[in-house]
C-alpha cells in the first residue's frame, strides 16, 4: 500500500487545494505527495510543498490519517501551522502539465470548500470543515 502525505494550508479564510484536470475530468485534492521510503510523512510533506507548491512550511501536526481501502493508499493530512513564500507551482506538476493533464494551485473559500463535491478524498475535505466549524465559528456540529 503506498503512502501520501498532504498539507492543510488555511489563510484568510481561504484553502489551498490543488486543481486537476485529467482526461476532461476536474477534480481538486490537498498539495502533497508520495511518502519515500527513507522519510516520515512530516518530512514528506515538507519536500512536497516545497517542490509542488514552491513554499516552506511549518506542519502543526497531524488532522487525519487513514487508509483509502479503495485506492490503495495510506494518506496522512496535516495542519499547516505556518509557510513562507507565495504558492507557485513547480516540481514534476509543471514539467508533466499537458492539453490532458493540467494542475493549478488556487485557493478556495470555506463555504466553497464544505459544498465540494469534486474535492479528494471527501475524509479529508470533512474533517477540514469540521476543524474550520470548531475552530472559526464556534459550530460543533456534524459535517
Do not use: C
Not at 73 to 87: Q, R, Y
Amino acid at each position: 500500500m503506498d503512502k501520501r502525505a498532504a498539507a492543510i494550508i488555511i489563510r484568510d479564510g481561504k484553502i489551498l487545494l490543488m486543481r486537476r484536470v485529467k482526461g476532461g475530468h476536474e477534480y481538486f485534492t490537498f498539495p502533497g505527495g508520495r511518502i519515500e521510503e527513507y522519510e516520515t510523512a512530516e518530512e514528506a510533506v515538507i519536500r512536497e510543498l516545497k517542490e509542488e507548491a514552491n513554499i516552506t512550511i511549518v506542519p502543526a501536526g497531524v488532522l487525519l490519517h487513514f487508509e483509502n481501502i479503495p485506492m490503495e493508499i495510506e494518506e496522512s493530512f496535516f495542519l499547516v501551522a505556518d509557510f513562507s513564500g507565495e504558492p507557485v507551482l513547480g516540481g514534476p506538476e509543471k514539467e508533466h502539465m499537458n492539453e490532458q493533464n493540467q494542475y493549478e494551485l488556487v485557493w478556495k473559500r470555506f463555504d466553497e470548500v464544505a459544498q465540494m463535491g469534486n474535492l479528494y478524498p471527501d475524509e479529508a475535505r470533512r474533517a477540514v470543515v469540521k476543524l474550520i466549524r470548531e475552530r472559526y465559528f464556534g459550530d460543533k456540529r456534524n459535517s
